[in-house]
């Protein structure tokens, strides 16, 4: 279970640039529900989620992770308990290490440091195994540099890397957005299904309104900082993408531009 309670994010405080991200946000996500993001350009997103990965501390509040307390902890110290996919592929994996390495890693996170263990058979057999369950061929280039994949190739590794250390929460940012419309409703299907299987708690960030809705148990949209809107079960059932893109209208407090991109 994830619970923030009244999370203020002050960038650049005291200085001329000074921005309040996040505006007193409250949020409690049950373990194992699947929440979907969305919100205008600046909106918080991105916010909520450091907030949560670590890499951004909350001026004020209070951000819990089951019954953990890790309002001040590092992203390093959160990392056996959160993972994170970006929107860029070539975010969080090394390029220049093989699909086998960045899996030996991605299994480490959390862990203190210490001399890497070699890759034994075992190990291999194991990430060859949830490689293979991905269907893209990908087991029989387990010693590629992962900068020879696709994005969309490169994204499905991250996802399984996400789940190697048992980290209980799942955080998405946009990680389909970079993809061609195939293969991120590939990635988007791999999502659901390790999602559900794992039980993880995960956050996903999307500008499409179609995701949004589509998948996930709950939707939640931010506007300047706030949750503008909060919806699950069957009040969520009934909405439809022109319902959100008539809300983002009123918030914006102007016509979209860029409906096709939200739609999409
Ligand atoms: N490190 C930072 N320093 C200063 N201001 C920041 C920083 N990070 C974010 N902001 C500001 O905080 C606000 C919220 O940003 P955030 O990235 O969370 O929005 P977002 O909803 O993710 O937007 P987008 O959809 O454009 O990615 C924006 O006004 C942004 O410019």
Redesign the pocket.
């Known amino acids: 279970m994830i619970t923030l309670k009244e999370i203020k994010v002050i960038?650049?405080k005291g200085t001329p640039?000074q921005?309040q991200?996040l505006n007193g946000v409250s949020l409690t996500i049950e373990e194992g529900s699947f929440v979907t993001v969305i919100?205008s350009?600046?909106?918080?997103?991105?916010?909520l989620l450091g907030v949560l990965a670590g890499d951004v501390l909350a001026s004020e509040g209070q951000v819990l992770i089951g019954h953990a307390d890790v309002t001040r902890k590092s992203t390093a110290a959160r990392a056996g308990l959160v993972a994170r996919v970006f929107q860029d592929p070539l975010t969080g994996s090394y390029g220049s290490l093989s699909i086998e390495e960045n899996l030996a890693l991605a299994a480490r996170r959390g862990e203190r440091r210490g001399p890497v263990s070699a890759l034994g058979p075992q190990r291999r057999e194991h990430f060859r195994d949830r490689i293979a369950e991905l269907n893209l061929g990908l087991e029989n280039r387990m010693k590629d540099r992962m900068d020879l994949l696709s994005g969309g190739q490169r994204q499905a590794v991250s996802l399984v890397m996400a789940t190697l250390a048992g980290s209980e929460v799942l955080l998405l940012d946009e990680h389909t957005a970079a993809l061609d419309p195939g293969m991120a409703e590939f990635v988007m299907g791999l999502t659901q299904k390790i999602v559900s299987e794992r039980k993880l708690t995960t956050l996903m960030v999307t500008?499409s309104m179609r995701q949004a809705l589509d998948y996930g148990h709950r939707t939640i949209m931010?506007h300047g900082g706030e949750i503008v809107l909060d919806v699950s079960g069957d009040s969520r059932k009934t909405l439809q993408v022109e319902d959100l893109i008539a809300m983002f209208r009123k918030m914006r407090g102007q016509t979209l531009d860029d409906d096709a991109l939200l739609i999409g």
């Open positions: 960038f650049g640039l921005k991200a919100g350009n600046g909106a918080g997103k991105s916010t500008h931010l």
